[in-house]
């Protein structure tokens, strides 16, 4: 069974610009996560999306938005961006939104902001 | 606010030692306990996932434990081997992860 997978796998980006981000989770799997990670906040929750609906959010500003589509595969949007926003965008999925469900996480996209 | 903290934050160890990473958490309503293994530029690997009810969970040459009345586990590394070399996640599930500070664990072969 193919793992989660990111693409693209990295970008680089100028202040101001948009970009998005794609996730597509294991078959079978209807929740993806997605998370920030830089080296002086850590790995950071962003937003948790179930069956095309967001289920939670982390803190982060709106520029950073997201939606899933009807097969699963998930998409981060994250506009206007700031030197700040350089870091490894994660995404993980699990096949349910259970609290005990096991999140599997992708290889990321390391996105560059110049 | 859950806090998570790892220590140590590094180690290097000579092959074959057995090692323990720690971590610690401030609030024990937690739902379960997760280590990862992230190898750099890499996403994170699932090594261990211990529920809430339960105390440890053993894979290979891997044990973590976990006491939630102090708010701690442990993860323990028998046999180190040069592979091992990673950095090394704890992460609390609540509605979402909240992951520790990572330990940086290098072992010398």
């Known amino acids: 069974k193919a793992g989660v997978t990111q693409t693209p796998r990295y970008l680089i980006k100028t202040r101001g610009q948009q970009v998005t981000l794609s996730c597509s989770p294991i078959?079978?799997?209807?929740?993806v996560s997605w998370y920030q990670q830089t080296p002086g906040q850590g790995l950071q929750f962003l937003f948790e999306y179930f069956s095309e609906t967001q289920r939670n959010k982390g803190n982060f500003p709106g520029r950073f938005s997201g939606r899933q589509f009807s097969n699963s595969r998930s998409e981060m949007n994250v506009s206007t961006l700031e030197l700040g926003d350089s870091a490894l965008y994660l995404c993980?999925?699990?096949?349910?939104?259970?609290?005990?469900?096991?999140?599997?996480f992708g290889p990321g996209t390391r996105l560059t902001v110049l | 606010k859950q806090e998570v903290t790892q220590i140590p934050a590094a180690l290097s160890v000579p092959e074959g030692e057995n090692l323990v990473l720690n971590c610690s958490f401030t609030d024990s309503a937690i739902y379960n306990l997760q280590w990862f293994r992230q190898d750099p530029g890499k996403g994170l690997t699932s090594l261990l996932l211990i529920q809430s009810s339960q105390r440890e969970q053993t894979s290979g040459r891997l044990n973590a434990s976990l006491d939630k009345s102090s708010g701690r586990s442990t993860l323990y590394i028998a046999a180190s081997q040069p592979g091992d070399s990673a950095t090394y996640l704890c992460?609390?599930?609540?509605?979402?992860?909240?992951f520790g500070t990572g330990t940086r664990l290098k072992v010398l072969a």
């Open positions: 992460a609390l599930r609540g509605y979402k992860y909240i």
């Open positions: 078959s079978g799997h209807r929740s």
């Open positions: 993980a999925s699990s096949f349910g939104s259970s609290l005990t469900d096991t999140q599997y």
